[in-house]
């Protein structure tokens, strides 16, 4: 885990307190989260939250697969995931990382949706949360999502956070009565890679003896450090920085949906964004109201995917410089 002290950032703080956290019904029992038995809603009563395990990474991950696909496709969006095999594929990696807290959700022995806590970083973030689309809009979200906020009061996180597909009138609805802040509408660009390096700047693979420099960077932009996911993308080969002059001015994670990235100034990650071998996954995310950033992607062909939301529940920093979110936050 990383570090979970928190430094000031240099930007004005909204304190809005994360505490004191509300009381979920589904809160634990050894490692089982027994929902209470209410009468009064049935179909809640029959549900159960547990800890997922590697097991349930296949029949989770198709449901994610159909859940997305049959959000997007009433809406007229591309799917996700190109298919059932990527959501296995990333869900076998969370429920399996020691750091990452995930539950699915069961009903009468069957899985019917899932949800994880990303704990790799002091502000924890949230998801994918997916639930069956045969049982959708029946509380199993809600359930899946009181699990991850208990959890997350258990340990005194200091915020947590998700990015919401924007077009989801149920999913915004549902963050938001959960107590999620809106802060940030996002675009998701995609596109050919430019592979360029603009002048003046290096760009290379991360190694571990970056990540304090980086923390550091992400630390005074956002006033706290994603050094956890840092780690993750440097053992896999994909997280990047941006030298000037020999200084680290921008680092990713990776560059894509599901990394993050930070820089000094906008000019700085755009260096970075023009070096990326790839975009993974369907295009990366862009704070819209950076209108020189957005303007940039457009200007150099990528184009608008969809767009999403950054909300947060607890400790959030305006950010004081250039970051693109991941698909978590
Ligand atoms: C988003 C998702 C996980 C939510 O799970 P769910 O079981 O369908 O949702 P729930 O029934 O638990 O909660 C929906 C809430 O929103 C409310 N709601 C739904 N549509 C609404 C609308 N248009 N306006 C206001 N409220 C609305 C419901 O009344 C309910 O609130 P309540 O619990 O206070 O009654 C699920 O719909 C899903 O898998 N969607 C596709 C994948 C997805 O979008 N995942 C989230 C990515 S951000």
């Known amino acids: 885990m990383g570090d979970w002290s928190l430094q000031s950032p240099s930007s004005p703080v909204d304190s809005e307190k994360f505490s004191p956290w509300p009381e979920f019904p589904g809160r634990k029992e050894g490692s089982t989260m027994a929902v209470s038995k209410s009468s009064a809603d049935s179909q809640k009563a029959s549900t ?11 029949a989770s991950g198709k449901i994610c697969f159909d859940a997305f696909g049959t959000l997007n496709a009433r809406h007229g969006f591309p799917t996700d995931f190109p298919g059932p095999e990527a959501p296995i594929g990333l869900l076998t990696w969370m429920f399996s990382h020691p750091s990452f807290f995930c539950v699915v959700a069961e009903r009468g022995g069957k899985i019917i949706g899932s949800n994880c806590l990303d704990e790799r970083t002091p502000i924890a973030g949230v998801g994918p949360v997916t639930v069956d689309p045969g049982v959708q809009n029946g509380r199993v979200g809600r359930q899946l999502m009181d699990a991850v906020i208990a959890r997350s009061a258990e340990r005194n996180v200091a915020g947590i956070r998700l990015v919401q597909t924007a077009f989801h009138n149920r999913s915004l609805a549902l963050y938001a009565k959960l107590g999620f802040a809106i802060r940030e509408p996002l675009a998701c660009l995609e596109g050919p890679p430019l592979q360029k390096i603009l002048p003046g700047y290096q760009v290379r693979p991360a190694t571990p003896e970056d990540v304090a420099t980086c923390n550091d960077l992400c ?11 840092l780690a993750d993308g440097i053992a896999q080969g994909i997280a990047v920085v941006a030298e000037r002059g020999g200084v680290i001015k921008a680092y990713g994670s990776g560059v894509g949906f599901f990394h993050h990235a930070v820089g000094e100034e906008t000019s700085d990650l755009i260096a970075l964004i023009s070096a990326a071998e790839e975009f993974a996954g369907p295009g990366f995310l862009v704070p819209m109201r950076n209108s020189e950033l957005l303007r940039w992607c457009l200007g150099n062909g990528l184009r608008v995917r969809q767009m999403m939301t950054l909300m947060t529940m607890g400790l959030y920093n305006e950010p004081a410089g250039a970051y693109l979110p991941s698909v978590l936050y």
């Open 48 to 58: 159960t939250i547990r800890r997922a395990t590697q097991a349930d990474a296949e």
């Open 219 to 229: 630390r005074r932009i956002h006033g706290h450090e994603r050094g956890g996911e």
